[in-house]
């Protein structure tokens, strides 16, 4: 069994930072891609953040050069540092792991349970 763990949400001013943590644990051989996705009311959850195993990171336009991916692999853990906050950013940020694990050959896509992240003055 995998547990994917977000930490770091709140609630924060336009223009502030937050630095999101998403720790993985259980059985796991191996992380593959490890991501962050964000999904705020009423619409769909769109990818926001994307880090290979070797740390090659990902961004669609929306937060290039606002925010940085990274990972600890060794913590199995990625972290999304979110710099220059506008109010469009507020969601709920859910981290998401492509993984195997010892009982499977096979590898699995994970979901945290995610954290609020609210931008308002």
């Known amino acids: 069994q995998v547990q994917l763990v977000e930490s770091g949400g709140g609630l924060v001013q336009p223009g502030g930072s937050l630095r999101l943590s998403c720790a993985a644990s259980?059985?796991?051989?191996?992380?593959?891609?490890m991501d962050w996705y964000r999904q705020a009311p009423g619409k769909q959850r769109e990818l926001v953040a994307s880090?290979?195993?070797?740390?090659?990171?990902n961004y669609p336009e929306s937060v290039k050069g606002r925010f940085t991916i990274s990972r600890d692999n060794a913590k199995n853990t990625v972290y999304l540092q979110m710099n220059s906050l506008k109010s469009e950013d507020t969601a709920v940020y859910y981290c998401?792991?492509?993984?195997?694990?010892?009982?499977?050959?096979?590898?699995?896509?994970?979901w945290g349970q995610g954290t609020q992240v609210t931008v308002s003055s």
């Open positions: 259980g059985s796991i051989v191996a992380i593959n891609v």
């Open positions: 998401n792991a492509n993984l195997f694990i010892r009982q499977s050959l096979l590898p699995m896509t994970y």
């Open positions: 880090i290979s195993s070797g740390g090659s990171a």
